[in-house]
Structure formats: structure tokens, C-alpha cells
């Protein structure tokens, strides 16, 4: 073989080499996920030999004796090659190669042989780098090789081929291979060893281009996928929501990060679910978004969940007692019945008005030993679990009537009841001082009165004390209101602080509305069993002072029975001339009184 020869068939190799170098460094690789290799590679293509050999040998059918002779194959034979590759993954593959390639010569006589024909049947490893369109693939094969220069016998022998390639991707099933490139190597001998017959070598180098079909494999991968879950998926603010990502279809041989982004509200983590605090969030939509990666160009996928916090509703309640009417120290028994809209923990507390209630449940127990009769409140309250809890509330009354009295002794009462009116000094109480104006004798008939009523409402516990207060004529109309209302004011305050109760009592300012006449304060004074025929005739001949001093009064009527308080001036009392003076209450007797006999 001619040195030239070899420098072009190494200058060949190496443009191939540096050429598939290039494709594997700038090309872009195939992911795992986008391209999988198919499992067949069926090729067919045409084949081209540059044999890069010189044949060495004795011609058949020359004299004994005679030397070999030597001729470089100068001709390249061309012809058609095909192989099968079956792919164990997408990286290795193993591929039966077989080829024919000859040429058209004749034997020349003068010591020449141009042409050769060369065909091989090979198997051995491929290696293949996949990219997007390109596959570039190395290739070692070994096999029989079969040699048939003109004029020579043809020869089978074992050799080998080390070479490279380049496919482009068509579509799914078809490829076109650009070039594939094999260095060929094998040995002959065409003479007799013992006439100094040298072995032939064939160097060469195999090009073949052509279609490839693929087979098998093939599909593209589904894509990495993400979906994500939320529980619950509605909530209300204060409860926990936990938000999962799963991912499908990753590289199994890496490790998936995830990466949480709140949708208004905060999530953040890096697990495979995060847990969102819905504390203080008002009603409406929100969730969370994961992204998920492998750390490769295209394993990448994201997804999103929501949840709804929803409108809180308050719990409903209504309660009742059983019984409604109690005597005093009687119990009932309260009974709650409450809902929760939102199917929430309900706790339940009661007050009441008087009494001794207990319970926490949905029923309570009013016991009334230390009420007094007439009607208590029992407030139901209920909440729920939330924090601050919603709240609701309803109510019931409890009737606490007094024992049955005997009769007598309720006549006995309202009998006594029937008091005097309350009679007050002239411009009795004043502004200046109006807890006062009250005279000794009439503060006894009060304290009386005070005594009886209040044992007269155990009995009879919706009565009233109706106090109406008048003036003499003197004065102005406003004035006069304004005194008649003090003295009102301050028979009220007196019979409070001794027992009877405030709501109990109801009062009327009438001025000198409504006044006696004189006709009518002679027919009193008349029909006083107290005073003397000289009594009487002392007082008549004072009758204008004793209208005024008839007037300065505060009547009391008993609401149950209607009956007003007997109109009967305290002409005997030792504060009398307090009170008749027209002078502001100074002891001024404007008649002398005669001593009761």
C-alpha cells in the first residue's frame, strides 16, 4: 500500500471523527422524556469500498516454480449494503451488517489486477448519541469478509470494521443516514507460502448512505404532569387547609424539588404539601400553586388548587321553661334548643334575673328560694367553637306566684291600706332641700303604709301605689307643678327606703288642679268622728285657711282595689300648726284649738 494511499484514508477517518465530535458537543441531546430510542433499525442504502490494498500472489495455472506478483486494486468496487439494529436502550443497540460491493474488470497480463469484489456479513455493538433530529452512532463489527480480486480465487475470511455514522430524524418511523463510514480490516493469501507469497491486507474504507426505517419504541414519553388536591375544600377562617402536589412521569432516577406560592394568601415550603393558616381571611376564593422540577430542561410541571372560605353563620337558639309558673322555692327546668348553621361545637351559659339557675348544657335549672313573686328572666346564651366565638341568645319567663293567703287577712291588709292622705307644711319640701318637708306624724302613717303594702304584694304581686300630689291655690301654675312633683317625689323616696319597690309605685303631679272646694272641706270636717261640735265651729270660722291647708296633701290609691286614701287632715297631731300655718310652715295657730275631751 502507497503512502499517499494511507495519508488520504487517514485524513478521511479523521474529518469523520472530528466531524461527529462536533454534532455531539453543539447538538441537543434528546431528553429522557421527549425521545426514546425505537426498538428496530432496519437500514438499506447504497455501498461504496475504497480497498486501499495491493494483492500479492501466484496466478492460478502458472508454471511450478513461478513468482508472485504484487498489484494494487485500483479500482472501488460499488454496490448495496443493509443492516438490522436491535435496541436494548437508547443508548446501545446490536446490528447484523452485511454488504456486497464489486466492479466490472479484466484480468490485464501484465503482472496488473484493478478490480475486486468485497462483501461481508458482521454483527456487533452500536453505540448511538440521540439528539433531537441527529443520531451520530459508533459501530464495532465482526464477521466474515469475503474477497474476489480478478484473475484470483475468492477468499473468506474473519475480519473486523470500526466505524461511525450520522442519522437524521424524518419522523417517528423513517431516518436518513447521511454518511456511515467504516474502517475495514481482513487478511488473505493467494499463493503458496513456500514461493515467498506475501498475505494480502485489505485497509479499507466502507461509505454507505441510505433510508433507515424505524421500528418499535419510538413514541415520545408522556411529559411530566402535576396535579394538585386541597382538604378540605371548604373551610371557614380559622381552620387549617392542607394543599398536595403529586407528580407523574419524572425522571425516576432524580430527585423532584417543589417550590408553594400562595394565591393571596401565604404558602411557602418545599415539601409535597403545605398547610395555609386561613386566620382572619374573609370570606371568598383563594388556594395555592406548586411547581414541580427534576432538575432537567423539561422536567418541569406545575399545578393549583383552591378552597373557599366560606360565610360564617351564627348559631340559632330558642328556649322555654317547664313549668312556667312556679310557686316561691319551686324549680323549672330551661330548656335550650340550638343549631349551628355551620355545624359548629355549641356551648351554652344562662343568667337570670332572680333566682339560682345552674347548668351549662342545653338545659338549666331555675330554682326560685330566694325570689320574690312575679315574673324572672332566664337570658339563653349559646356560642359556637370559632375564635372570637359567634353567639346567639333567647329568653323565657318563670311566673313565681305567693301562696294562697286567706281571705281575711288580704281584706285585713286592704283595709289598712285605706290610709290618710300625706299632708306637707306650706311650700313643703323646697328646691333647696327636697328630701325634706316631711312632718313626723305623717312619716308614721308612711312607715305603716310601707309595712302593709309590701306584705300585701306577696299576695298580690302586680299591685300599685298611685300617689297624686296637689297645692293650695296660691302660687303660679308653674310653680305649683314643680311642688306638687317634689312632694310626690319625696313620699315615693321615703316609702322605697323603707321596703316597698320603686317599680311599684307610680306617681301624678296635679298642682291646684283639681283642688277642694270649701263646700267639700266643710263636708270633711263634718264627717270627722275626732273633732268636737265646738271643734268644728272653731275651724269654720277659720274656713279659708283650713281649704289651703286641705290642699298641701299627697293622695294614695290602691291599684287592686281602686281605693284612694282616706282625705282626713291630722287636726290632733303635735305638729299640727306646722302644717296649717300659711307662712312657710311657721308655727303661726291661726284659731285657738280647743283640748279633746
Not at 271 to 278: F, P
Not at 284 to 301: E, I, P, Q, R, W
Not at 582 to 597: H, I, L, V
Amino acid at each position: 500500500m502507497s503512502s499517499h494511499s494511507k495519508s488520504h484514508l487517514g485524513r478521511v477517518l479523521a474529518m469523520l471523527a472530528v466531524m461527529i465530535v462536533v454534532l455531539c458537543a453543539f447538538g441537543t441531546p434528546a431528553a429522557a422524556q421527549d425521545q426514546s430510542a425505537p426498538k428496530w433499525e432496519l437500514f438499506g442504502g447504497y455501498s461504496f469500498l475504497y480497498p486501499n490494498s495491493t494483492v500479492h500472489g501466484v496466478l492460478p495455472g502458472a508454471p511450478s516454480g513461478t513468482l508472485p506478483l504484487s498489484s494494487q486494486l485500483e479500482s472501488n468496487p460499488r454496490g448495496g449494503g443493509a443492516s438490522v439494529t436491535y435496541n436494548f436502550n437508547r443508548w446501545l443497540g446490536l446490528t447484523l451488517d452485511a454488504s456486497k460491493e464489486w466492479s466490472a474488470g479484466e484480468v490485464t497480463t501484465a503482472r496488473r489486477i484493478d478490480d475486486a469484489g468485497f462483501s461481508n456479513v458482521s454483527v456487533g455493538p452500536k453505540l448511538t448519541y440521540r439528539m433531537e433530529r441527529l443520531a451520530p452512532f459508533f459501530e464495532v463489527l465482526v464477521g466474515n469478509h469475503h474477497l474476489s480480486p480478478d484473475a484470483f480465487r475468492d477468499i473468506n475470511k474473519f475480519g473486523f470494521m470500526v466505524g461511525a455514522g450520522l442519522d437524521v430524524k424524518l419522523d417517528r418511523h423513517f431516518a436518513l443516514r447521511l454518511f456511515r463510514a467504516d474502517y475495514v480490516y481482513s487478511n488473505y493469501r493467494f499463493g503458496p507460502q513456500s514461493v515467498g507469497t506475501r498475505t494480502t491486507e485489505l485497509r479499507g474504507l466502507r461509505a454507505q448512505s441510505g433510508i433507515v426505517i424505524l421500528l418499535g419504541g419510538g413514541e415520545p414519553p408522556v411529559p411530566p404532569y402535576a396535579s394538585c388536591s386541597v382538604n378540605p375544600a371548604e373551610v371557614y377562617a380559622g381552620e387549617e387547609v392542607v394543599v398536595t402536589a403529586k407528580g407523574s412521569n419524572f425522571n425516576p432516577k432524580r430527585t423532584v424539588r417543589y417550590n408553594w406560592s400562595g394565591i393571596q394568601v401565604t404558602a411557602a415550603g418545599t415539601d409535597a404539601s403545605v398547610r395555609i393558616d386561613t386566620t382572619g381571611l374573609q370570606p371568598g376564593s383563594y388556594g395555592a400553586t406548586a411547581n414541580l422540577s427534576d432538575g432537567s430542561k423539561n422536567g418541569v410541571a406545575s399545578c393549583s388548587a383552591r378552597f373557599i372560605v366560606k360565610q360564617p353563620h351564627p348559631p340559632v337558639i330558642s328556649c322555654s321553661s317547664n313549668p312556667s309558673t312556679v310557686p316561691i322555692g319551686g324549680t323549672s327546668t330551661i330548656t335550650s334548643v340550638a343549631s349551628s348553621p355551620d355545624r359548629r361545637g355549641l356551648s351554652y351559659n344562662y343568667a337570670a334575673s332572680a333566682g339560682d339557675i345552674s347548668g351549662n348544657g342545653a338545659t338549666a335549672t331555675l330554682n326560685t328560694r330566694d325570689a320574690q313573686p312575679g315574673t324572672v328572666t332566664v337570658n339563653c346564651n349559646v356560642s359556637d367553637d370559632r375564635t372570637p366565638p359567634l353567639t346567639a341568645s333567647s329568653r323565657t319567663t318563670v311566673t313565681i306566684e305567693a301562696p294562697p293567703a286567706p281571705a281575711p287577712e288580704i281584706a285585713q291588709l286592704e283595709f289598712r291600706l285605706a290610709l290618710h292622705s300625706i299632708y306637707f307644711a306650706t311650700a313643703r319640701p323646697t328646691a333647696e332641700n327636697p328630701g325634706g318637708g316631711l312632718v313626723d306624724s305623717q312619716e308614721q302613717i308612711l312607715l305603716a303604709l310601707a309595712k302593709d303594702f309590701t306584705k300585701y304584694l306577696t299576695y298580690k304581686p302586680d299591685a300599685h301605689l298611685i300617689l297624686g300630689g296637689h297645692a293650695d291655690e296660691r302660687g303660679g301654675e308653674e310653680y305649683n307643678k314643680g311642688l306638687t312633683q317634689r312632694r310626690v317625689d319625696r313620699t315615693k323616696s321615703y316609702l322605697v327606703d323603707h321596703g316597698v319597690p320603686a317599680d311599684h309605685i307610680d306617681t301624678r303631679s296635679f298642682g291646684k288642679d283639681d283642688n277642694l272646694s270649701a263646700e267639700q272641706v266643710k263636708q270633711l270636717m263634718a264627717q270627722d268622728p275626732d273633732l268636737s261640735p265646738e271643734d268644728r265651729q272653731q275651724m269654720m270660722s277659720n274656713l279659708k285657711v283650713m281649704v289651703l291647708a286641705n290642699n298641701r296633701r299627697v293622695d294614695v290609691t290602691l291599684s287592686t282595689t281602686g281605693e284612694q286614701s282616706v282625705r282626713r287632715y291630722p287636726f290632733n297631731t303635735k305638729d299640727f300648726l306646722a302644717l296649717i300655718s300659711t307662712k312657710g310652715g311657721e308655727k303661726n295657730q291661726p284659731a285657738k284649738k280647743r283640748p279633746k275631751k
